[in-house]
């Protein structure tokens, strides 16, 4: 038999059974120690991945103060430079074919280039009280060009549209160009005085005048059969009426209104309708009729995931029209591939959502609206072009903004790049973040240097001078 163990010589059977369990178990011995828990007894939390840490620094880099001035700056100087490749690339065999030199149309956009950059950087460093004092002047001497235009002999007459002037020399100016920049400033400085009147809650201190103002601006510009930029001066005034704060209702009407003078348009010219049945086109068709929007289509398929190699395009050989203006795109996509046109569209996009940024935290009317006027105009200009080469949209005749040959195109472009640049420094905590970059004395702070906080402190503990 068993020999019983009296009740005070042992531990309990029970406390004896928990011992042995614990030294099967260690993690359930509380004298060991448990898991750690949270305050509420929850699990501690996991150990951020790699993934995870990464995107909140990126959250954290882009939600500084200076993000949207570099993103704005670093962006348009990268389309800049990779549109001006891509004209030498595309425009050789065009230049060659009209006994040119091959890099003609290089040239033209390098010298347009070089004037767009003067005026970026004088757009960046002007003042917003000069901007809205020019404002007016700026629309008129824009409206004077336009009728000039339409007078015979003044105006000259390219691919069926009489939008140009002639400046001397191979130098041509599309005055419906600056036009564009000339009623989104007007625009938002109208609105921005309408506000500070309080005024903007009725209807006819809306669109009076600027609704006016733009149907003259739209009617001289679709004389000379551009329907094209009128599309885009359509998007800048639906853009500031939307950011003035445009009942729905309004909003709806204005725009119910506009498609049916649209569509009138359409109607009314052949070959306006024969471009809206090229949408969604695969072939030339018998006519030839889609050969562009068809061609376009051949030379994105073609170019695979990298392309076929930059000057290798093999639909610049007259094959498909204008390859170094509104389809520059799809030449993009033949010798850069998917690569480069992914790449392309990744610069606009976050050259509009820095636009957006810069819209978003001012406190100025003004800049709220010239900002989001000028994202607006960008980005419903890439979207036609890039939509036509897509064979989605019709063929509008509307440059790749910054990207496209075209002098006339390119320069009120970087202007306007030029003051998004100033509102993005302009904004408070910008110019707070800009004032600590330098000393009264003009002198780089301690810690803004490039030696590393570490290796100041190791210079400092070893006597370094």
């Known amino acids: 038999m068993r020999e019983r163990v009296p009740a005070g010589d042992g531990p309990p059977p029970g406390e004896q059974r928990s011992r042995e369990r614990a ?60 549109g001006l490749v891509m004209v030498f690339s595309s425009s050789q065999i065009q230049a060659l074919r009209n006994s040119l030199p091959a890099t003609y149309f290089f040239q033209k956009q390098l010298v347009a280039a070089v004037i767009g950059g003067v005026l970026m950087v004088l757009a960046a460093r002007m003042q917003v009280k000069l901007l809205r ?50 009623l989104l400033l007007w625009g938002a400085d109208l609105i921005a005085r309408k506000g500070d009147r309080g005024t903007l809650d009725q209807w006819r201190h809306l669109l009076v005048p600027l609704l006016p103002g733009a149907l003259l601006v739209c009617g001289l510009i679709m004389v000379g059969g551009d329907m094209g930029t009128v599309m885009i001066l359509v998007a800048i005034v639906f853009g500031l009426l939307w950011l003035a704060g445009a009942p729905t209702r309004l909003f709806v009407g204005v725009l119910g209104m506009t498609a049916a003078i649209g569509a009138v348009f359409m109607a009314t010219a052949a070959h306006r309708m024969e471009r809206l049945s090229c949408v969604m086109a695969s072939d030339p068709g018998p006519g030839d009729e889609c050969w562009q929007a068809a061609h376009g289509i051949y030379a994105l398929a073609s170019g695979g995931w990298f392309g076929s190699g930059l000057g290798a395009s093999v639909e610049k050989w007259g094959e498909l ?63 036609i072009n890039i939509g036509a080469v897509l064979g989605l949209l019709p063929i509008a005749g509307v440059p790749l903004p910054l990207f496209s040959y075209g002098g006339s195109a390119l320069l009120p472009t970087m202007f306007a790049v030029g003051l998004l640049i100033a509102f993005a420094r302009g904004d408070r905590a910008a110019r707070a973040a800009l004032a600590t970059r330098r000393r009264p004395d003009g002198r780089r702070p301690a810690g803004l240097g490039w030696t590393s906080k570490r290796r100041r402190e190791v210079n400092a503990s070893s006597g370094e001078r």
């Open 23 to 82: 030294r099967r178990d260690p993690a359930r011995d509380p004298a060991r120690g448990r898991t750690p828990r949270g305050s509420g007894g929850e699990p501690p939390a996991r150990p951020p991945t790699f993934l995870s840490t990464w995107v909140s620094r990126f959250l954290r880099a882009w939600d500084r103060p200076l993000t949207a001035y570099y993103v704005v700056l670093g962006t348009s100087l990268l389309i800049i430079l990779l």
């Open 133 to 182: 004092a020019l404002t007016y002047p700026f629309l008129a001497v824009s409206i004077v060009l336009l009728v000039a235009v339409q007078i015979p002999g003044v105006g000259v007459e390219i691919n069926g549209n009489t939008n140009w002037l002639s400046v001397g020399g191979p130098f041509m100016l599309q005055p419906s160009e600056f036009a564009k920049l000339a």
């Open 321 to 383: 029209p204008e390859p170094h203006t509104d389809f520059i795109f799809a030449i993009t996509g033949e010798e850069l591939g998917l690569a480069g046109t992914l790449s392309v569209l990744g610069l606009f996009a976050a050259l509009g959502y820095a636009g957006i940024r810069v819209a978003g935290r001012t406190e100025d009317p003004f800049v709220r609206y010239a900002a989001g006027g000028i994202t607006t105009w960008l980005m419903a200009q890439v979207v």
